[in-house]
């Protein structure tokens, strides 16, 4: 029996489209793939090249005072530039010259005690600051008042009672411990007599509440007190006239977290 012949198997001429299908295909997603880089980086551009433009040419023109602050991805945000306040600026003179003359006033009132060295008035970056030694004003281990200071204290009272600032008063010892019923250390004295300035002030016409006593004992010595002239300057009163009005304070706002 003849065998059968096998159909003669003619070249396929077009197998060269299918290589070429796909670097065409390769070809497309390449050029896809740096269109789109290149897009991106057209944006970052237009975004610098604004901010530079913004800053450097339009802020003259710009009459609401602004910045822009450039984002990636984000559009840019106008910030608002803050100003000098100026009506704070004008309440901050006004309480200095307030301060000044208050200082003055005092100066003049304690003349014959400043002249003596038993009084000082200093301005600070806080207000003003009146140092009285305690020797004209207490015995020694006591906190009543003596009758020629009284006077003296009144005279402060009256130039500060007008006005609206806060009062501390502090009183300070030298190092030597005392001991006894009324005052077992030095706090305890300090803080009396501290006290005792502050309810004169009260009683010769200034509000309480802008009144505060504090008693430091021995802890601020402005001398040394190896010496008895540093112990006599370190026992004394000081009155502080804040010029700086308390503020309504604010309460902060927390996050309780649920029990778990």
Known sequence: MARRKRPEEHENHERWLVSYADFITLLFAFFVV???????NEGKYKILSDSLNNA??????NPAGQIV????GAPPLPVPVARPDKGADETKLKQRDKMRSMAKEIMEA????????KVRVL?????????????ILFAPGQ???????ISAL?????????????ITIEGHTDNIPISTPQFPSNWELSAVRATTVLRLFADSGVYPERLTAI???????????????GRARNRRVTILIDSFVPETPTEVATELKPAT
């Open 215 to 229: 008693g430091y004992g021995e802890q601020r010595p402005v001398e040394s007190n190896d010496t008895v002239e």
């Open 56 to 61: 450097f040419r339009n802020i003259a023109n």
């Open 123 to 135: 301005e600070t970056s806080r207000g003003v600051t009146v140092e009285i030694n305690d020797s």
């Open 34 to 40: 740096m269109y789109a880089l290149s897009s991106i």
């Open 154 to 166: 009144q005279a402060v009272a009256m130039v500060v009672a007008n006005s609206e600032f806060p």
């Open 69 to 72: 602050v450039v984002t990636e």
């Open 143 to 149: 906190a009543r008042l003596e009758p020629m200071s």
């Open 110 to 117: 304690l003349a014959p005690l400043v002249k003596q060295g």
